[in-house]
C-alpha cells in the first residue's frame, strides 16, 4: 500500500556521470517536492512541482533539474554529479489544501 | 528568511519519564508548524501539526508565539517512542506548502 515509491532505494554512480532519480505516487496529489538530506542534517528543499509548475529554490544548483510528465511521476536528474552530492533524496506529495506533505522511503546516492 | 532551531541532537530518557523536544523558530509571518517522526527503517512521516491542536500518541505541541517556540512533549516516555524527531515550518500556504526543517532530535528511550 506504499503511497509514495521510489526507485531505486540505492544508487551508485561515477564522479561527473549523469543519475536520475525516480519517484511516483498513487496519491493523485497535485505538489511533489524533493528533497536533499545530508548526512546528520536537515532535509533541504531543492524544488517543487505544483501541478506542471515547477518551482526552484534560489539555492538549488543548476545541477540539479526535475521533470515531472504526468501527475503520477516525478525525476530529478543530477547531470554531472559531484562528491559533494552524495546524499539522502526524499520525495515527498501533498494535495491540494492539505498540510500534510507524505514522503517516500528516500533513495540513497552514492557517488564514486 | 525562516529558520527552524532544535537544540539537542540526542536526547535519552528512561521509559515512563517525561520528555520534552525543544523547537524555535524564525519567520516574519504567521506560522505553520509540524513534528514529523521517523522511526527506524521507516520514512519520514507526520506527527502532528499546531493548527489542529491534537494529541497523537501522547505527544502534545503548543505553538508558543511569545517564545517563538513549538516544544514536544510527553507526559510518560516509551521505548517505542525511539525515533528521530523533526520540527518543521511550513511557508508558501497550504497550496505551496514548502517546509524547512529543523536539524532534528534523536531520542532514545530507554528501559
Known amino acids: 500500500d506504499a503511497m509514495v515509491i521510489q526507485n531505486p532505494r540505492y544508487q551508485v554512480t561515477q564522479f561527473g556521470k549523469p543519475v536520475t532519480l525516480s519517484c511516483s505516487q498513487t496519491l493523485n496529489h497535485n505538489v511533489m517536492y524533493w528533497y536533499q538530506q545530508k548526512s546528520s542534517q536537515a532535509p533541504k528543499l531543492l524544488f517543487h512541482y505544483y501541478d506542471k509548475d515547477f518551482n526552484n529554490e534560489a539555492d538549488t544548483p543548476d545541477n540539479f533539474q526535475s521533470r515531472r510528465p504526468n501527475t503520477s511521476f516525478c525525476f530529478l536528474d543530477i547531470r554531472s554529479p559531484g562528491l559533494g552530492d552524495a546524499a539522502m533524496y526524499l520525495c515527498?506529495?501533498?494535495?491540494?489544501?492539505?498540510?500534510?506533505?507524505?514522503f517516500g522511503p528516500g533513495t540513497r546516492l552514492l557517488v564514486l | 528568511a525562516q529558520r527552524v532551531t532544535q537544540p539537542e541532537k540526542l536526547l535519552s530518557v528512561f521509559k515512563g519519564a517525561p520528555v520534552e523536544l525543544k523547537c524555535n523558530y524564525s519567520y516574519s509571518g504567521s506560522p505553520e508548524l509540524f513534528w514529523y517522526v521517523q522511526y527506524s527503517r521507516q520514512r519520514l512521516q507526520l506527527l502532528l501539526r499546531h493548527i489542529s491542536r491534537e494529541s497523537i500518541k501522547g505527544f502534545t505541541a503548543d505553538l508558543n508565539k511569545g517564545e517563538t517556540s513549538f516544544h514536544l512533549k510527553k507526559p510518560f516516555a516509551q521505548e517505542e517512542d525511539s525515533a528521530m524527531y523533526y520540527c518543521a515550518l511550513m511557508v508558501g500556504g497550504t497550496s505551496y506548502g514548502k517546509l524547512t526543517f529543523g536539524q532534528g532530535t534523536i531520542l532514545t528511550v530507554h528501559p
Open positions: 515527498a506529495t501533498k494535495g491540494g489544501a492539505q498540510e500534510t506533505q507524505y
